[in-house]
Each structure stands twice: as structure tokens, then as C-alpha cells.
């Protein structure tokens, strides 16, 4: 799928992703412990992906690049800071 047309659907790729994930807890309740232990790695994942516009082809290479971790921890820590200063947290 090419990144135009994947970003031009992102919301309704999530809405399904969503909707796939409540049918998954509700047809297999004995499997909630599992699929709630891959939630937050998938979840984490995605935001990332979403808020960097890295392609997930490319996530082992963004990782690899130090500058783009550095960017990255330390836009974290700046808003983290500002966040705390105005009481937000």
C-alpha cells in the first residue's frame, strides 16, 4: 500500500483496527490476558510510526539512527518539562 493512500485512510484503517480488536476480546474471552500483553508494544508502535511519519519499513533504521533517537527523547523530555511547569501532569 503506498503512504499517500494509506495516510489518505489512516482513520478508517484505525476504525478497523479498532473494531477488530473489540470482536477479538469478545469472541475470545479466555484470550484477553494475551491480547492485552500485545496492545501497549502495538499500540506504542503505531503512535510512533504516526507521529515521526516513519514508514514502518524503515523502524529498524529510524532506531538505529542515534540523531533521530536523540531528536526523539529529547522532544519528549522538552514537552515533558513544559507540561510539568504549567502544572499539567
Known sequence: MKRELLEKYQVIVYLIAIVCGLALGAFLPTQVGVLELLLWPVLGVLLYTTFTQVPL??????????????????GNFILFLKRLSDGRL
Do not use: G, N
Not at 519499513?57 to 529529547?74: L, N
Open 57 to 74: 519499513a524503515h523502524i529498524r533504521q529510524a532506531f538505529a539512527d542515534p540523531r533521530f533517537i536523540v531528536a526523539a527523547v529529547m
